[in-house]
T-cell receptor, first 110, second 112 residues
């Protein structure tokens, strides 16, 4: 079983749609969680950290459910520029390193 | 503001050749790491370092060596290239392992 699992997609949505991605992680001791965004053939960049109480940054909302060991990302009012791969990332406390999911691809269409 | 600089951007190697991928950061970060990214597999950790003089293995360390003689530099050495090492390699740095990681632009390596 992968340590961090994501639906690879692609999710094809029209502009203005709301889309949600989920991610599950296997290590219950994990303490830090993130969503990164990766554009085609580019390096990953931090989109947002995920806090236990949930957090919002403009059109983006991240939620953490520790009991079920899943993390979600909600994007409202999708823009063409949101088209990218979204990587769910969990900090492995034992290895002191980030563990990446394989990513969910989003394609926003006009 | 350079951030993380990786070189080269592209490289083709023959099986058995060795090479070094360079990585430098100017943010005075203690934590640096190397990942490889293959289709459908996400980023996998090769080696990481929590400070100068300290390195440790990640998930897929075989065939790679690293050293960390300074805070700024963290080169990755391929000892004897194999076709299975064809991949995109990313270097990253962070203040600590669980803080925002800043990535270099990547090296696309092909081993023939």
């Amino acid at each position: 079983r992968k340590e961090v699992e994501q639906d690879p997609g692609p999710f094809n949505v029209p502009e203005g749609a709301t889309v949600a991605f989920n991610c599950t992680y296997s290590n219950s001791a994990s303490q830090s969680f993130f969503w990164y965004r990766q554009d085609c053939r580019k390096e990953p960049k931090l989109l947002m950290s995920v806090y236990s109480s949930g957090n919002e940054d403009g059109r983006f909302t991240a939620q953490l459910n520790r009991a079920s060991q899943y993390i979600s990302l909600l994007i409202r009012d999708s823009k063409l520029s949101d088209s990218a791969t979204y990587l769910c990332v969990v900090f492995d406390t034992g290895r002191r390193a980030l563990t990446f999911g394989s990513g969910t691809r989003l394609q926003v269409q006009p | 503001n350079a951030g993380v600089t990786q070189t080269p951007k592209f490289q083709v190697l023959k099986t058995g050749q060795s090479m070094t991928l360079q990585c430098a950061q100017d943010m005075n970060h203690e934590y640096m790491s190397w990942y490889r990214q293959d289709p459908g597999m996400g980023l996998r950790l090769i080696h990481y370092s929590v400070g100068a003089g300290i390195t440790d293995q990640g998930e897929v360390p075989n065939g790679y060596n690293v050293s960390r003689s300074t805070t700024e530099d963290f080169p990755l050495r391929l000892l004897s290239a194999a076709p299975s090492q064809t991949s995109v390699y990313f270097c990253a740095s962070a203040r600590d392992g669980d803080t925002e990681a800043f990535f270099g632009q990547g090296t696309r390596l092909t081993v023939v």
